[in-house]
């Protein structure tokens, strides 16, 4: 169970407490929210963020830790003023200092629909990026839209559809961790999560993808990789679930739809916005 945690969504002020209840309701990976990413690849704390605990400030229980990148600049790339190689290299440089200040066991990815005027180069420097976190024991972890990867679109568009096939693809997809595909605030592919979860197990090509060295455009996904989000509760998504029977399935619901089917019960887990939306239901997730 995945949550995200650390800029008060909503007006739901982030605490540590919720983050130590959220671990005893059965949380096992935490992702603070966010660190922006800048040009050269130096990252920090977002200004709408509360300030970075460390792993051991949140909690004694044996739990994932991860630090979310991007999305506190609305989801945006910066345009790269270096190489996409040495941009990655610099993140990476720069997430091992926050891994030695605060305990961070790995990244997460949430970039939106922005990628900036060097959309080719940024996915180029994430994939270098993925690697060289990977080769060091650490996980990589992402949130895409559903329009960010979707087998209904047959074509890669920067910063649109299927902007994240080729971070996802059968070239990248031993450096990659967690897929946590947000199923809300836009439409689910064949307004269906077994359907697309089932697109994504079974893979499709996606045509046009950068071409960064080793990118395939095939995406293959293993159900152990899969961790589809949700929101924690009304609010959380403010656009819903569009095209969802019933809209999102909260508590019970999604307990029911995961329980009723042996495609999503087979992935990995799911993800949620957030702890602090969960907290205000009662921690129904």
């Known amino acids: 169970i995945i949550g995200y945690w650390g800029c008060s969504p909503g007006g739901h002020t982030s605490s540590i407490g919720q983050l130590q209840t959220a671990l005893g309701k059965g949380y096992n990976v935490i992702i603070y929210a966010f660190y922006d990413v800048d040009a050269n690849g130096g990252l920090y704390q977002d200004p709408g963020a509360v300030a970075t605990p460390s792993k051991s400030q949140v909690g004694s229980q044996s739990f994932t830790y991860l630090v979310s990148l991007f999305g506190g600049q609305n989801g945006a790339a910066p345009s790269l003023t270096t190489s996409a190689d040495a941009w990655a290299q610099n993140m990476y440089n720069n997430f091992v200092k926050l891994h030695q200040q605060f305990g961070f066991d790995g990244i997460d ?66 450096n990659v961790d967690i897929l946590a595909v947000q199923l809300y605030n836009n439409a689910v592919p064949y307004n269906n999560a077994a359907q697309y979860a089932t697109a994504l197990i079974n893979g499709f090509q996606v045509n046009g993808c950068p071409s960064c060295p080793g990118t395939t455009g095939l995406v293959k996904v293993p159900p152990c990789k899969i961790a589809f989000g949700w929101p924690s509760g009304n609010g959380a998504a403010p656009s819903g679930c569009p095209g969802l029977s019933g809209g999102c399935p909260y508590g019970g619901a999604l307990s029911s739809l995961y329980n009723g089917n042996s495609v999503l019960k087979g992935t990995a887990g799911v993800m949620t916005w957030s702890v602090e939306w969960d907290e205000v239901s009662n921690y129904q997730f």
């Open 109 to 174: 990815i949430d970039l939106e629909n922005a990628w900036g005027g060097t959309g080719d180069q940024v996915v180029c420097g994430l994939r270098t990026f993925f690697k060289l976190l990977h080769s060091n024991g650490f996980i990589v972890s992402m949130a895409p839209q559903t329009t960010a990867l979707t087998p209904e679109v047959p074509s890669y568009a920067t910063g649109s559809w299927n902007s994240y096939a080729a971070l996802i693809d059968t070239g990248i997809i031993d």
